[in-house]
């Protein structure tokens, strides 16, 4: 059956589909850690989040690169290419490459040659890139190669979004599809899909996109959440296992902790009345350039701060901050080990 028949299904199979994928998340996660954690009901006591918010939605920095002077084909590879990929990876820097080698060779990411791609030519891609030992070049390699292989399939990158009358997809046939491959589908929480989805709909084209889009939450969110103590362990399981980095985090526990975030996130949507787009890019920029993993900025002194400075004099959550005014072991909070396949 062809992908765009797929949006002709019967709202009973699509129903059916539904509740068997809301099943299979909950066996994916951990139920200990989905026990053992909490996060706060918003609002809570001295919240200023209706303030907060769409002061910080207003300052955050834009995108450093977009690809809107690429056509539509090379647009969505490009996003795809840093969604699949991005795990331990700078964000930055890793749209910085990719977009300086679609310069020198604009026909790279095109499915074709993406599902060939060499690992050489990923090395490459990352060969200036600090933390050598993250590049890992082999198990990207193999990642784009899947990538290249789904949109070569369906004839291109834009039949992932678009049936062959242009007309745009369902979003259940897009998650059908997307989902389908294990680059977004065995990622914990699906942070990559929903990542992707956030960044395409910044474009003209695939606006309607941002209707679907749900939270997409890493790493640094949680630490972030962890430390403003918006989620919060219920008992001495829980709070060692978040400060013994030694302990190794397997795909259930990130897959349960970034789900309990999400619905915080959600619940800060309804309250400020902000879509999940606006919310996850100013938790994305407050937990790379102010909560910082090697030194929390809470009085915005550093240069990457500096944004925020254009409408605060602190960390514009510090008033409430479980770790700034009463737990400071949170401060100190490291990446832990992660031994994941979802790169």
Sequence with gaps: MKYEQLSLFSEEKIEHEEKREDRKKVSEISQR??????????????????????????????????????????????????????????????????????????????????????????????????????????????????????????????????????????????????????????????????????KLSNYSQLSHLATYCEPAVDYHLLRCFLRRGLLFPKSKFASEYILATEIERKESTVGALRYLCASLMTEICQYTDLDINAINIVEWHVARSICTQEKPDCLLKSSNSAWARKGFERCPFFETCNAANHNKAYLELQEPKYTGTSY
């Design 33 to 198: 850690i989905m026990e053992e954690f909490g996060f706060a009901q918003v609002p809570f006591w001295g919240c200023n989040y209706e303030v907060v918010y769409p002061v910080l939605k207003n300052i955050v920095p834009k995108e450093e690169i977009m690809f809107d002077a690429l056509d539509l084909e090379q647009i969505i590879a490009c996003e795809m290419i840093c969604a699949a990929i991005c795990h331990q990876m700078n964000w930055d820097y890793l749209r910085l490459a990719v977009n300086k080698e679609i310069q020198k060779d604009c026909l790279w990411v095109h499915a074709e040659c993406l599902r060939s791609i060499s690992e050489k030519t990923v090395e490459n891609l990352f060969k200036h890139y600090p933390k050598r030992e993250r590049v890992r070049a082999f198990e990207r390699t193999i990642m784009l190669r899947k990538v290249g292989n789904l949109a070569f399939s369906l004839g291109g990158f834009t039949h992932l979004f678009f049936s062959s009358d242009q007309k745009p997809l369902s979003m259940d046939t897009i998650k059908k599809i997307l989902l389908g491959c294990d680059v977004f589908g065995q990622d914990p929480g699906h942070k990559k899909f929903h990542l992707l989805m956030q």
